[in-house]
Structures are given as structure tokens and as C-alpha cells.
T-cell receptor, first 113, second 111 residues
């Protein structure tokens, strides 16, 4: 099956710093990638959709200047959490889609201290 | 965008079939039904998807009613490793699709 790799698996950062999370589709080209966040005991919440070479489309209520998304190639998308604060601590999950389905990375647990 | 309704939780005995229902009564004619599962602290895993015909793969079977307003995911011989949250999703959009997660069903397989 299609493999999506996300890095890092976990990260701890200080409040006010920025953190970058990478998402790679290893064995297919993804024209569309998605970023989700998940709080404990809750479902996944879609943050944004990105198409290769285009600006990301953010869901309502998601700050685009805080969560910077870059989808520079068909196999790589990055999410940068800028000026992170403790309330940004969460489980971030990326997804890469081929024409048939979306496949998910293993997630990144971000803790802001 | 079509919404889905699933039971909050279900139990299943190990070795028995697990049947997970999903209602999607507002689904449109060209919208697919997808099933994913999420094991604790991992990203969701793709299971199966379908439009209107029943589908089967090495993991599960998907039964879609004729009116497409509901579907059932069947795990034929559940094991303890199948304990997870199962999400039924209706993929919607044109050109760029979206996968919106509902609350899912927490399946617990009992020894």
C-alpha cells in the first residue's frame, strides 16, 4: 500500500519558537496533501488542504499565518507552526492523496513548554 | 458535504465477525464511502472504499445498501489487534476532494 512518512514523530519546543513538520509520500506522487490536528480523545480536525505548487486552502478558524504550509513538490509538504504556544500542543497528522484514496502519516506529537 | 453517523462504541469477541454500521443518508451520487481506522497514537490506516458495489480486500468487506444511505464494514475474523477507532467518511468535492472525520466507532475486540 501507499506509504506516507512524517517527521519528526514527536517534538518538544519552547514557547515562542517555530517548529517544522515534514510529510513525504514515499511510493506515489500526491497532488493533494492534507494537514490535520487531533486533541486527546477527539477526532481528527482538518486544518488545511494543499495542492502542489499552489497556496494552501485553510479551514475556517485556522490561522494561516500561524500554520504555514508549503507543498513544493509532489512528494513533500511541510507544516510550520510559528511562534508556538502551549495551546498549540497537539497531535498533527498529514495525509497524501492519490486519485483513489488518502493515506496518512504516523503523526507528530508536538509539546510546547 | 455528506455527514456520517456511527455508533460510539462496540464490542466484538475475538474470532467473530465485527460488523460496523454507518449512516450517510445525505450522500450524493458521485460521493464515495471510505473507511479508516486509528489505533491509539498512530495515524489513520486506510481500510477500504466503495461507490455503490460491495467491495472486499484482504482487510475487510464493505457492504453498501442499494439506496447508498448506509454501509457496513465487516471484519470477518476480528483479532485483538483490530481494537481501534473506525471512521466512516464520505469523500466529497470536485477536483480536490476532502476527507472529513466524524467521531467514529470505538471497537473493542475481547479475548
Amino acid at each position: 500500500g501507499a506509504v506516507v512518512s512524517q517527521h519528526p514523530s514527536w517534538v518538544i519546543c519552547k514557547s515562542g519558537t517555530s517548529v517544522k513538520i515534514e510529510c513525504r509520500s514515499l511510493d506515489f506522487q500526491a497532488t493533494t496533501m492534507f494537514w490535520y490536528r487531533q486533541f486527546p480523545k477527539q477526532s481528527l480536525m482538518l486544518m488545511a488542504t494543499s495542492n502542489e505548487g499552489s497556496k494552501a486552502t485553510y479551514e475556517q478558524g485556522v490561522e494561516k499565518d500561524k500554520f504555514l504550509i508549503n507543498h513544493a513538490s509532489l512528494t513533500l509538504s511541510t507544516l510550520t507552526v510559528t511562534s508556538a504556544h502551549p495551546e498549540d500542543s497537539s497531535f498533527y497528522i498529514c495525509s497524501a492523496a492519490d486519485p483513489d484514496a488518502a493515506f496518512f502519516g504516523q503523526g507528530t506529537r508536538l509539546t510546547v513548554v | 458535504d455528506a455527514k456520517t453517523t456511527q455508533p460510539t462504541s462496540m464490542d466484538c469477541a475475538e474470532g467473530r465477525a465485527a460488523n460496523l454500521p454507518c449512516n450517510h443518508s445525505t450522500i450524493s451520487g458521485n460521493e464515495y464511502v471510505y473507511w479508516y481506522r486509528q489505533i491509539h497514537s498512530q495515524g489513520p490506516q486506510y481500510i477500504i472504499h466503495g461507490l455503490k458495489n460491495n467491495e472486499t480486500n484482504e482487510m475487510a468487506s464493505l457492504i453498501i445498501t442499494e439506496d447508498r444511505k448506509s454501509s457496513t464494514l465487516i471484519l470477518p475474523h476480528a483479532t485483538l489487534r483490530d481494537t481501534a477507532v473506525y471512521y466512516c467518511i464520505v469523500r466529497f468535492g470536485s477536483g480536490t476532494y476532502k476527507y472529513i472525520f466524524g467521531t467514529g466507532t470505538r471497537l473493542k475486540v475481547l479475548a
